[in-house]
């Protein structure tokens, strides 16, 4: 166990939809990334948050977006659900503003049908 | 972008060593070398990571060629609980540091 959560587990919607992810970092934590698994592009960094401010982009849509409270905690909205946004999630954390030692959570598999 | 190249796929007895090599030969002087792996079903566990020396903890070992244009992850006895993908990836200083992922060498334990 990595100590990160990751709400709902699965998650099944419609084209055009809008879903929110949820990530509870580990304790003491202050960076949280979010990376995208799927089977044709591999692990995709997506957006960093470090102590609540945004620290760094990756290849994140527009129609994505995230944020990170005062209490660490992070969502990623994804909005107009295409199929092609169907995948594994990925939330992780680290204790400083570095990458180099990530906690990744058990992720969020969403089916876009 | 800098990128790694690793065998697709690797098999290993139980209980030997296992060297898992990665090529990273555009890597410039400020990239870091990262080893992260993925047990199936699960999320990517961090294993480790170094710049020029070679790198040692409780996982694995980390040698790197004094040019640092190859790695070698070490796993000095594997067992069964070891196999998944095992993904040598760069972080770039130009992104922050930033992890880029490969796709990753699969490690098969044979019992």
């Known amino acids: 166990d990595s100590g990160v959560t990751q709400t709902p587990k699965h998650l099944i919607t419609a084209t055009g939809q809008r879903v929110t992810l949820r990530c509870s970092p580990r304790s003491g934590d202050l960076s949280v990334y979010w990376y995208q698994q799927s089977l044709d592009q591999g692990l995709q960094f997506l957006i960093q948050?470090?102590?609540?401010?945004?620290?760094a982009k990756g290849n994140i849509l527009e129609r994505f977006s995230a944020q990170q409270f005062p209490d660490l905690h992070s969502e990623l909205n994804l909005s107009s659900l295409e199929l092609g946004d169907s995948a594994l999630y990925f939330c992780?954390?680290?204790?400083?503003?570095?990458?180099?030692?990530?906690?990744f959570g058990p992720g969020t598999r969403l089916t876009v049908t | 972008d800098a990128k790694t190249t690793q065998p697709n796929s690797m098999e290993s007895n139980e209980e030997e060593p296992v060297h898992l090599p990665c090529n990273h030969s555009?890597?410039?002087?400020?990239?870091?070398i990262h080893w992260y792996r993925q047990l199936p079903s699960q999320g990517p566990e961090y294993v480790i990571h170094g710049l020029t020396s070679n790198v040692n903890n409780r996982m694995a070992s980390l040698a790197i060629a004094e040019d640092r244009k190859s790695s070698t992850l070490i796993l000095h006895r594997a067992t069964l609980r070891d196999a998944a993908v095992y993904y040598c990836?760069?972080?770039?200083?130009?992104?922050?540091?930033?992890?880029?992922w490969g796709a990753g060498t699969k490690l098969i334990i044979k019992p």
């Open positions: 990836i760069l972080s770039l200083m130009d992104s922050n540091y930033q992890l880029i």
């Open positions: 948050y470090y102590n609540g401010e945004e620290r």
């Open positions: 555009t890597i410039s002087g400020t990239d870091y």
């Open positions: 992780a954390s680290s204790a400083l503003d570095s990458p180099y030692e990530q906690y």
